[in-house]
């Protein structure tokens, strides 16, 4: 009875492992198709790095590496591969709680950051805009103000006599007087990220059982490998 149980343990480790593994291949590809096909402007200067493409990209070896070390660690019952998998769970789930943490505590302090380094790439933004209104410049500025019918970071005035054709509540905008959106970016950020604020506490909570079953699986793997006497087998 308890051999079948492992086997099933085994096996149930290995397909949720294959899964992970799958996804994180997707993600993976997501974010090297978005590197080699947009354009990037970086939101956050100070994070510039840390843009979209690259999140994804880095998520995504992340996952795959993970997954793949539990896939095989699980199939060919090795205890070196299963430990290796629990303590790279172990890690992730800490520096998850711990950013959540910070988000948490230092709240007001991001809040002024992100501000700040809003304000900084709009102003290198519209420093490389052409022509005004006639500019064609695609960035991450338009696909914000776009996709949250807002215009700067408070409000037009933000662009100056740069407007881009984002703003527009209609297109083209080749009225004399263009209608711009009146809200401004920042806020309209705000109310999304507090509207979605639920969702984000639940999918990280989520995440966290997940490793923390991930990590009793494989435990309980090593130790009846360790009982059994098999060793580091290949």
């Given at each position: 009875m308890a051999q079948n149980c492992l086997?099933?343990?085994k096996y149930t480790m290995c397909m949720v492992n294959f899964l992970c593994f799958m996804c994180g291949t997707a993600v993976f590809g997501f974010g090297v198709f978005l590197m080699l096909n947009t354009k990037v402007s970086a939101l956050i200067p100070t994070l510039s790095t840390l843009n979209l493409a690259n999140t994804l990209f880095i998520t995504g070896i992340i996952i795959t590496?993970?997954?793949f070390l539990g896939f095989l660690g699980a199939l060919k019952e090795n205890?070196?591969?299963?430990?290796?998998f629990f303590i790279l769970l172990f890690i992730l789930m800490l520096v998850e709680l711990t950013v959540a943490c910070l988000l948490l505590v230092?709240?007001?302090e991001i809040d002024r950051f992100l501000e700040k380094d809003l304000t900084e790439s709009l102003m290198k933004s519209r420093?490389?805009?052409k022509g005004g209104n006639s500019t064609k410049n695609t960035d991450d500025w338009?696909?914000?103000?776009?996709?949250?019918?807002?215009?700067?970071?408070?409000?037009?005035s933000d662009w100056k006599d740069k407007v881009p054709l984002s703003c527009c509540r209609e297109s083209p905008c080749g009225l004399k007087t263009p209608v711009y959106w009146?809200?401004?970016c920042y806020n309209k950020l705000k109310v999304w990220f507090e509207e979605n604020f639920l969702v984000t506490g639940v999918g990280v909570i989520v995440l966290c059982i997940i490793e923390v079953l991930g990590m009793c699986f494989s435990m309980t793997?090593?130790?009846?490998i360790s009982r059994s006497g098999l060793g580091y087998k290949l």
């Open positions: 086997k099933c343990l590496c993970v997954s205890r070196c591969l299963l430990i290796t230092y709240e007001k420093e490389s805009t338009d696909i914000i103000q776009v996709t949250f019918q807002c215009c700067g970071i408070h409000n037009t009146e809200a401004g793997l090593f130790c009846h």
